[in-house]
């Protein structure tokens, strides 16, 4: 079984819209967990990080489930710019510095 | 400059060529990373460093050979490639004990083998 597995997409919305979409983390012993987001051809780059509280940014919500060890990510009020694949990221272990990356959900707004 | 940086932005090499990736962190950072993603797979940890030691080497070939000179400082020394090591090459760092804080990326290295 996968680390961390999430739903590819594509995610395919229109601008104004709002998005939704989970991943799930194999180690029960994870503490730290983030989503991050990726261009094109580029480098991942933190989103935000997720906190047990369920914790919001501008537009992002993100909510943690620990019983069923999975994250979520709403984003409202869908810009174009927000096109990208957002990256589930789950420490190794408690207190492990090493992440464990998502193959990624990529989404795209449309006009 | 800040946060981490990689070069070569871009590399073509051929199967018998050697060339180096760089990476600098100038986040007194003390853990840095090389990540291998391929098209449309997800990030492969190929190597850690915490603290100038090696902690994890995850059955890289060894035509991968990386060097950790110091906490700013990672290399990847690339011999004898095969065209399917053909991918984006990403250097991460973090602080060790702030496992909160997750990684600082650089802007990778795409490399093509011929």
């Known amino acids: 079984r996968k680390e961390v597995e999430q739903d590819p997409g594509p995610f395919n919305v229109p601008e104004g819209a709002t998005v939704a979409f989970n991943c799930t983390y194999s180690?029960?012993?994870?503490?730290?967990f983030f989503w991050y987001r990726q261009d094109c051809r580029k480098e991942p780059k933190l989103l935000m990080s997720?906190?047990?509280s369920g914790n919001e940014d501008g537009r992002f919500t993100a909510q943690l489930n620990r019983a069923s060890q999975y994250i979520s990510l709403l984003i409202r009020d869908s810009k174009l710019s927000d096109s990208a694949t957002y990256l589930c990221?789950?420490?190794?272990?408690?207190?492990?510095?090493?992440?464990?990356f998502g193959a990624g959900t990529t989404v795209t707004v449309r006009a | 400059e800040t946060g981490v940086t990689q070069t070569p932005r871009h590399l073509v090499m051929g199967m018998t060529n050697k060339k180096s990736l760089k990476c600098e962190q100038h986040?007194?950072?003390?853990?840095m990373y090389w990540y291998k993603q391929s098209a449309k797979k997800p990030l492969e940890l190929m190597f850690v460093?915490?603290?100038?030691?090696?902690?994890e080497n995850n059955s890289v070939p060894s035509r991968f050979s990386p060097e950790c000179p110091n906490s700013s400082h990672l290399f990847l020394h690339l011999h004898t490639l095969q065209p399917e090591d053909s991918a984006l090459y990403l250097c991460?760092?973090?602080?060790?004990?702030?496992?909160?804080?997750?990684?600082?990326f650089g802007s990778g290295t795409r490399l093509t083998v011929v």
């Open positions: 991460a760092s973090s602080q060790a004990e702030e496992a909160n804080y997750g990684y600082t």
């Open positions: 180690n029960s012993a994870s503490q730290s």
């Open positions: 997720v906190y047990s």
């Open positions: 990221v789950v420490n190794s272990g408690s207190n492990d510095y090493k992440l464990s």
């Open positions: 986040l007194g950072h003390n853990a």
């Open positions: 460093y915490s603290l100038e030691e090696r902690v």
